[in-house]
């Protein structure tokens, strides 16, 4: 932009020189359309005046006078090669401080209008040129004036560009209100006794495998959170949070069953999100934190089910739960972009970072480290490859992120003091499968997304978790060195602005993780739990969102007992942003 003065000794004189040598004396035809008035008004505007429209004749400027040498010039350049205007008012502005500047400016674009003409093999008069190389003579001081202003102009253009960021933080809001309906469950404590027998054929507890009563209910969830930049390229995050939904899990005895969306914290205000992300480069992003869970480091490559607030209903159809719903919170991330078809990220997070006590703290406690590859090849598919190696003190183990069976209420712990009977109850635990050992997983994970179509999304993974027991059980019993190998797999199709722009229709569904084969006293899930979910979340408004669905789950906590009913959880979600 401000080069267009800058440089016109050197075009302007060789093409004018161009221009004599080859077309003499010989008349041109002027395109009077092509005007160019960029600069001028760049200058008006450096003196704080809006500029107006323009008119295309010099004798309509009244505060030049028609007896001026200069005026006689320009009215002649200007009507034949119309290259130079003046404003409604019918004033050049000339009695102003910048008069002249505004003039070197004028002579410069009627400079760029012939060097078009020339460098387009159109001819221009002899006389033209020589009106213009006297003006460039008479102007010369503005000019170059002109060209140091410019130049200085570019200076403090660069200097705002690169200091222009001052320290803001943004706040944004998220409330949830669900009304829950739940329905359907087979008490799943009660279902286990009922299929495991001491070794003097009784019950190892009185309890009977009933059905759960439907229940339904009306809760919230709010969400304020505060992001501060200090350059421009950073983020440092913090979150506020409070609410009152509660975990399905504890009503039908399995954490399939939870909600994607639930937080229970009896509306006492936390704080549960602290961590800073910036970039390193333009090609590397770090994150350092402690409240920081794998999630906000890692792509899930589930656009449309992984956020908590609108995406899955079901917290086992949100994304792999054997790689981003791994231990750990504080800690640090890494992310490296080799190019935009490629990219590389890497984590290392604890649980209990904040602990001094023996056995937790940055290193000796619970805590996971991974590694994605993340692959683009076109700009509607990606899928990651990713690999977390995860380790769990004892009687701190979950394997599957809440999203598989487990025991409660310690009937693993009355189990595994048991010396005979039927030791397999009917399902493993999935997320403890070692009644409390200390416990590694060596956890892979396929991921992939793919627009089909411009309004159609299918997303989903597999997973694998192969886990080793390191101790004694929470009995004492020794459990060193049993394995235990887990499955999981899900898929979901999207379909976007269906019936309204803004609108997602989804269907999601898989098989909830499942333990193959455990070692030891419990023995290996003898069934398996398909979810399926439906939801269509519909805008209101830009800040209002209303998403009515049903999610499913069939023989909850992978037991084959004929009398386990399907689990049936029907939602109307509701969410606020701002």
Same mark, same amino acid.
């Given at each position: 932009?401000?080069?267009?003065?800058?440089?016109?000794?050197?075009?302007?004189?060789?093409?004018?020189?161009?221009?004599?040598?080859?077309?003499g004396?010989?008349?041109?035809?002027?395109n009077?359309?092509?005007?160019?008035?960029?600069?001028?008004?760049?200058?008006?505007?450096?003196?704080e005046?809006?500029?107006?429209?323009?008119?295309?004749?010099?004798?309509?400027?009244? !505060?030049?006078?028609?007896?001026?040498?200069?005026?006689?010039?320009?009215?002649?350049?200007?009507?034949?090669?119309?290259?130079?205007?003046?404003?409604?008012?019918?004033t050049?502005?000339?009695?102003?401080?910048?008069?002249?500047?505004?003039?070197?400016?004028?002579?410069?674009?009627c400079?760029?209008?012939?060097?078009?003409?020339?460098a387009?093999?159109?001819?221009?008069?002899?006389?033209?040129? *020589?009106?213009?190389?006297?003006?460039?003579? *008479?102007?010369?001081?503005?000019?170059?004036?002109?060209?140091?202003?410019?130049?200085?102009l570019?200076?403090?253009v660069?200097?705002?560009?690169d200091?222009?960021?001052?320290? +803001?933080?943004?706040?944004?809001?998220?409330?949830?209100?669900?009304?829950?309906?739940?329905?359907?469950?087979?008490?799943?404590?009660?279902?286990?006794?009922?299929?495991?027998?001491?070794?003097?054929?009784?019950?190892?507890?009185?309890?009977?495998?009933?059905?759960?009563?439907?229940q339904f209910?009306?809760?919230?969830?709010?969400?304020?959170?505060?992001?501060?930049?200090?350059?421009?390229?950073?983020?440092?995050?913090?979150?506020l949070?409070?609410?009152?939904?509660?975990?399905?899990?504890?009503?039908?005895?399995? !954490?399939?069953?939870?909600? %994607?969306?639930?937080?229970?914290?009896?509306?006492?205000?936390?704080?549960?999100?602290?961590? $800073?992300?910036?970039?390193?480069?333009?090609? +590397?992003?770090?994150w350092? @934190?402690?409240?920081?869970?794998?999630?906000?480091?890692?792509?899930?490559?589930s656009?449309?089910?992984?956020?908590?607030?609108?995406?899955?209903?079901?917290?086992? %159809?949100?994304?792999?739960?054997?790689? $981003?719903?791994?231990? @750990?919170?504080?800690?640090?991330?890494?992310?490296?972009?080799?190019?935009?078809?490629f990219d590389?990220t890497?984590?290392?997070?604890?649980?209990n970072a904040?602990?001094?006590?023996?056995?937790?703290?940055?290193?000796?406690?619970?805590?996971?480290?991974?590694?994605?590859?993340?692959?683009?090849p076109?700009?509607?598919?990606?899928?990651?490859?990713?690999?977390?190696?995860?380790?769990?003190?004892?009687?701190?183990?979950n394997?599957?992120?809440?999203?598989?069976?487990?025991?409660?209420?310690?009937?693993?712990?009355?189990?595994?003091?048991?010396?005979?009977?039927?030791r397999? @109850?009917?399902?493993?635990?999935?997320?403890?499968?070692?009644? @409390?050992?200390?416990?590694s997983?060596?956890?892979?994970?396929?991921?992939?997304?793919?627009?089909?179509?411009e309004k159609?999304?299918?997303?989903?993974w597999?997973?694998?978790?192969?886990?080793?027991?390191?101790?004694?059980?929470?009995?004492?019993?020794?459990?060193?060195?049993? %394995?235990a190998?887990?499955?999981?797999w899900n898929?979901?199709?999207?379909?976007?602005?269906?019936?309204?722009?803004?609108?997602?229709?989804?269907?999601?569904?898989?098989?909830?993780?499942?333990?193959?084969?455990?070692d030891?006293?419990?023995?290996?899930?003898?069934?398996?739990?398909?979810?399926? *979910?439906g939801?269509y979340?519909?805008?209101?408004?830009?800040?209002?969102?209303?998403t009515?669905?049903? $999610?499913?789950?069939?023989?909850?906590?992978?037991?084959?007992?004929?009398?386990?009913?399907?689990?049936?959880?029907?939602?109307?979600? +509701?969410?606020?942003?701002?």
């Amino acid at each position: 932009m401000f080069k267009l003065v800058k440089n016109y000794t050197i075009a302007t004189p060789a093409l004018i020189a161009m221009a004599i040598a080859s077309n003499g004396l010989a008349p041109v035809s002027a395109n009077a359309n092509e005007v160019d008035t960029a600069t001028i008004d760049q200058i008006s505007q450096y003196n704080e005046t809006q500029p107006m429209g323009q008119v295309t004749s010099v004798s309509q400027l009244r !505060d030049v006078s028609p007896t001026d040498w200069a005026f006689e010039a320009l009215r002649s350049l200007v009507e034949r090669y119309g290259c130079i205007v003046g404003y409604p008012d019918r004033t050049y502005r000339g009695n102003r401080a910048l008069s002249r500047y505004e003039f070197a400016a004028g002579l410069n674009a009627c400079m760029q209008q012939m060097e078009r003409l020339i460098a387009s093999s159109e001819s221009v008069l002899r006389e033209d040129i *020589e009106k213009l190389k006297r003006l460039m003579s *008479e102007f010369e001081a503005e000019l170059a004036a002109l060209g140091a202003r410019v130049d200085n102009l570019e200076g403090r253009v660069a200097f705002l560009e690169d200091h222009q960021f001052s320290t +803001t933080t943004k706040l944004k809001g998220e409330v949830v209100i669900a009304a829950v309906g739940q329905g359907g469950g087979t008490d799943g404590l009660g279902l286990f006794n009922e299929n495991y027998l001491t070794g003097a054929g009784e019950r190892l507890r009185d309890l009977p495998a009933d059905s759960i009563d439907d229940q339904f209910t009306l809760s919230n969830r709010v969400r304020l959170t505060l992001d501060t930049s200090f350059t421009g390229k950073d983020t440092l995050r913090t979150r506020l949070a409070a609410g009152n939904i509660v975990r399905l899990g504890n009503a039908f005895g399995s !954490d399939m069953a939870r909600l %994607n969306f639930e937080q229970n914290t009896g509306n006492d205000i936390i704080l549960d999100r602290v961590y $800073y992300k910036t970039k390193l480069g333009d090609k +590397t992003t770090f994150w350092v @934190g402690t409240e920081m869970p794998i999630e906000d480091i890692y792509e899930t490559f589930s656009p449309y089910t992984e956020s908590s607030g609108t995406g899955a209903l079901s917290r086992v %159809n949100r994304f792999n739960p054997f790689i $981003y719903r791994q231990p @750990g919170s504080a800690g640090i991330g890494l992310k490296y972009a080799f190019n935009k078809n490629f990219d590389i990220t890497a984590s290392y997070l604890a649980d209990n970072a904040a602990d001094a006590s023996q056995g937790n703290g940055l290193f000796n406690g619970t805590y996971s480290t991974g590694v994605q590859l993340g692959v683009h090849p076109t700009d509607t598919l990606s899928f990651g490859l990713a690999y977390v190696h995860s380790y769990f003190s004892q009687d701190d183990v979950n394997l599957t992120g809440s999203t598989g069976s487990r025991y409660t209420d310690g009937i693993s712990s009355q189990i595994a003091a048991l010396g005979s009977g039927n030791r397999d @109850g009917g399902f493993a635990g999935t997320s403890d499968p070692f009644s @409390g050992a200390a416990t590694s997983s060596e956890n892979v994970g396929l991921q992939a997304t793919w627009r089909v179509a411009e309004k159609v999304n299918l997303a989903g993974w597999v997973g694998w978790s192969f886990a080793q027991a390191h101790s004694a059980d929470s009995t004492g019993a020794n459990r060193n060195g049993d %394995n235990a190998d887990l499955f999981t797999w899900n898929t979901n199709v999207s379909f976007l602005d269906l019936g309204k722009e803004g609108s997602v229709l989804t269907i999601a569904g898989g098989q909830v993780p499942r333990a193959g084969s455990v070692d030891g006293t419990i023995g290996r899930d003898r069934g398996q739990s398909w979810v399926v *979910e439906g939801q269509y979340k519909y805008p209101l408004t830009d800040n209002i969102s209303l998403t009515p669905g049903v $999610y499913a789950v069939f023989n909850p906590n992978n037991s084959d007992d004929s009398r386990n009913q399907t689990v049936v959880v029907g939602v109307l979600r +509701t969410v606020f942003k701002f």
